[in-house]
């Protein structure tokens, strides 16, 4: 445990959790975000009153992806953002986007308000020996080209990057090894990489300084995707790694929330509003 003075130096984006007199000072998180694909059906349909719903629980960051966002009016989107106080630190923007229309992403991520840019998921062509080894270039090419446009650039990882191992070697091992450490930061879905057999904590020890944001979801004994809190994932272990790792955005995400949705969201916000560490 550490001391407030330590904790409060630290800058690694927690908050002090209350304690009585002569108490050893947890650490809780601070600011909470969603990625807004766990409610994607609801924000697709009424942007405006879904972000509404994520400001009243309790959420102060969000991470857009999915929901056809890239195609709606972002000026608007990021006026409802400063009205409610939500800040959106990083935008989820595909491969062949990037490709395509680059500047267009730059300037729909800074509209936002954005920092840094993710890429969310790699489709079946890359998911081989010559098909990734094709494309790390190009995550080191899409850094550079960000960081002259003042954005920050990060890869998020799903279970094949660490279950595909042509000749021996993960894709996430040759993620770590050809791209920039410098450039290419990591969105590090809990979830996914425990479900790939990962052991999350020595996984992140690793990485120590290279981790932008966490994705957080939990997982019920079977492996299913359940809300934070109602699983078997011990976040209070691995948040306490950020005392070395320094994260500072922790998402909420769960791809297969149930309906309507916001009960789900609420749960794992509640439950991350509370936890000590």
Request: glycine fraction near 10%; include cysteine; aromatic fraction near 10%.
């Amino acid at each position: 445990m550490i001391d407030r003075r330590s904790l409060m130096g630290a800058g690694l984006g927690l908050g002090a959790a209350a304690l009585l007199p002569g108490e050893a000072q947890a650490a809780q998180l601070g600011a909470i975000g969603l990625q807004l694909y766990t409610i994607r059906e609801l924000f697709s349909a009424d942007p405006v009153k879904t972000l509404e719903a994520v400001a009243r629980i309790g959420y102060r960051e969000i991470e857009y992806g999915g929901g056809g966002y890239d195609a709606m009016d972002h000026a608007m989107l990021r006026r409802t953002q400063d009205r409610l106080g939500l800040k959106a630190p990083s935008v989820h923007i595909g491969y062949d986007a990037l490709l395509g229309d680059f500047d267009k992403c730059v300037t729909m991520a800074k509209t936002l308000g954005a920092d840094t840019v993710v890429l969310p998921y790699m489709t079946d062509e890359h998911r081989n020996e010559a098909g990734w080894n094709a494309a790390l270039p190009n995550f080191n090419r899409f850094a550079e080209k960000l960081k002259k446009a003042g954005l920050g650039f990060a890869y998020h990882n799903h279970d094949f990057e660490f279950t595909t191992k042509p000749g021996g070697i993960s894709l996430y091992e040759r993620l770590l090894k050809g791209t920039d450490p410098a450039l290419v930061k990591l969105e590090i879905d809990l979830y996914w990489a425990i479900h790939a057999g990962e052991d999350a904590e020595p996984l992140i020890r690793r990485l120590a300084g290279r981790i932008y944001a966490y994705h957080v979801k939990d997982a019920r004994a079977d492996g299913s995707m359940t809300a934070v809190g109602a699983g078997k994932i011990d976040f209070a272990s691995i948040f306490k790694l950020n005392r070395l790792v320094g994260v500072k955005h922790f998402y909420v995400e769960n791809d297969q929330a149930p309906a309507p949705y916001l009960p789900d969201i609420t749960t794992s916000y509640r439950t991350l509003r509370g936890l000590r560490f």
